[in-house]
Structures are given as C-alpha cells and as structure tokens.
C-alpha cells in the first residue's frame, strides 16, 4: 500500500518535472468554487490530465489544474473520500506537494456554518479539527522514513500561521472544522449533534490532508468559507451550486488573505 502512494507519487513528480523544475515552500489547495484564485499566484500551469497517474476532480468549482511556480504550488481542486478514492489517492496532492519541496501548507475549503454568528461568505481560520470520515490517510504498513507511526496531532494548525492570518485578516473568525464523509449533507439532527460536538463548520475533505501534512512534517494553515449556514440553521434547501456561488463571492477576501499569508510565510521562514 505505501509502495503504491510512493510509486504514485514518483510517477507524478516525474511527469511535472518535465515541465519544470520549481520547487516552491508553500503550498495551497483551493476548496469547492474557489480554483480560480489560483491565478494570484505566479507559475506554470499543469492540468491534473497531464500529470501522470492523477485523477482528475469530478466535483464542479475544481478546476483540476496545478499551478507551480517558483514561490508556490497551488492544487486548483482536490480529491474527496466520496468520489470513491482511497485514502491514499485523498492525500496523493499533499505527498506530491512535500516531494516537490512544500514545507508550509494552506489548505482552503467550502464549509457550512454551525456556530450561531457565522453567515455565509465569512473565512474561519480554522484552529483544530474532528475527523468523523472513519477513516485515517495514515492507515496502513507505515515508511519510518516519511513520518511517524503514531503522528502527534496537538497541533495541527500551527499556531505562528494562525497569528501571522490574524495579523493579516484581524476580523477573521477561528474555529474547529468537523469531517463528515457526505455526500449526502447533513439532517438538522446530525447538525445539532454536531454542534454539541464543538464543531463550528463542517464539510466533506481537509482533514485527510491536514493528517498527511502533519506526518509528512509540513506547517499547516486552513481556512474556511462559510457557503452556507448548516441544515436545518438557515432557509431552504442546500445545494452545490450555490456553495461555489458563494465560494466565488468570498474570493475577494480570501484572495488578501492568501496572498498577503504567503509573503508573510516567506519572510517568516
Ligand atoms: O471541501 P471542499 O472541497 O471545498 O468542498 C465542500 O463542498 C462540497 C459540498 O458542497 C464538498 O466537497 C465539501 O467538502
Ligand atoms: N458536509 C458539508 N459540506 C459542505 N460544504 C459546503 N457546505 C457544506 C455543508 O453544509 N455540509
């Protein structure tokens, strides 16, 4: 299983170093409706169809598209546990990230708001997380070579990320993201389950990613868009379409956020 991540891996850094040799610090995944930040950022831009052995996203607002450039390397879309990829393939963008030198990860998504003041188009810095996929991308033989069998995960989002984003965004919210698997969303009864859970924004991906990132060694920042108040807590119906509506409405923000984190990041580190 791990020979197969790695192989993985080894095929797909082959393939993009054809195209170049940049091997950026930072690192991004752009969450459901927001790819098209991916623009902000300087560097050669490779469809995930061009690179070897990589899937490409069936979710609409991914683009599927790395931009890699010599500062960063964004993953414009990412790889769900409900699109019915292993684990292994979930964290195949963050394994490639650290093989092509990332050392600080920003990870973005689309969530749904559960704490009572949060209304969509806010960013939530997120400052923990609950994983309830039932499920750990670190499962499996373990290569002592990459990371540790048993991972510490008191800190996952580093706290000198969170402080440099305030400084950057002082209104900016924080709060815990929960994983669900979806894709159904949720009941209103999950919701309120969830709530007394601590969870303040849900959605269906970043935890995998964050987990590798943390093994693999990586400084992790995440960062929410609230698309929509969570079932049950807001009016009508919940629908894609408008979490990447209200994911291309956010950019704006997000947009400072990220650029401004990436050369505090740089200066910092
Ligand atoms: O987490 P991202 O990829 O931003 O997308 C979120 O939006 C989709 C549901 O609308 C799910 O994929 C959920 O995880
Ligand atoms: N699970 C989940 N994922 C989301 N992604 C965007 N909004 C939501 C939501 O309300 N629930």
Do not use: W
């Not at 098209?36 to 950022?41: K, N, P, Q, T």
């Not at 469809?47 to 599927?64: A, K, L, N």
């Not at 546990?81 to 292993?86: I, L, M, Q, S, V």
């Not at 935890?207 to 609230?226: N, Q």
């Amino acid at each position: 299983m791990i020979k197969n991540r790695q192989e993985m891996v080894q095929v797909a850094l082959e393939s993009i170093r054809k195209k170049n040799e940049y091997s950026p610090k930072v690192g991004l995944v752009l969450g459901s409706g927001l790819s098209s930040l991916a623009e902000e950022f300087e560097g050669d831009t490779i469809p995930f169809s061009e690179i070897d052995g990589y899937p490409v996203p069936t979710v609409t607002g991914h683009s599927g598209m790395l931009r890699l450039g010599p500062e960063t390397a964004v993953m414009a879309g990412r790889f769900h546990y409900y699109e019915g990829h292993p684990m292994d393939t979930v964290v195949l963008p963050i394994f490639l990230l650290k093989s092509l030198g990332v050392q600080t990860i920003i990870l973005t998504n689309a969530a749904g708001g559960i704490r009572h003041d949060l209304a969509p188009g806010d960013l939530v810095l997120l400052s923990d997380h609950i994983n309830l996929l039932g499920a750990n991308p670190l499962m499996g033989p373990n290569d002592d070579s990459l990371g540790p069998r048993f991972p510490d995960m008191s800190e996952v989002y580093t706290p000198d990320l969170r402080r440099l984003a305030k400084e950057i965004d002082p209104h900016l919210a924080e709060g815990v993201y929960g994983a669900v698997t979806g894709p159904s969303y949720e009941t209103p009864a999950e919701i309120r389950a969830y709530r007394t859970l601590g969870i303040d924004v849900v959605g269906m991906s970043t935890v995998p990613e964050a987990i590798a990132a943390r093994y693999l060694g990586m400084r992790v920042c995440g960062i929410s868009v609230v698309t929509n108040k969570a079932a049950g807590l807001g009016q009508g119906e919940l629908d894609h379409s408008e979490v990447v509506d209200t994911g291309k409405k956010a950019e704006h923000r997000l947009r400072r956020l990220l650029t401004e984190l990436v050369s505090a990041v740089r200066q910092h580190y």
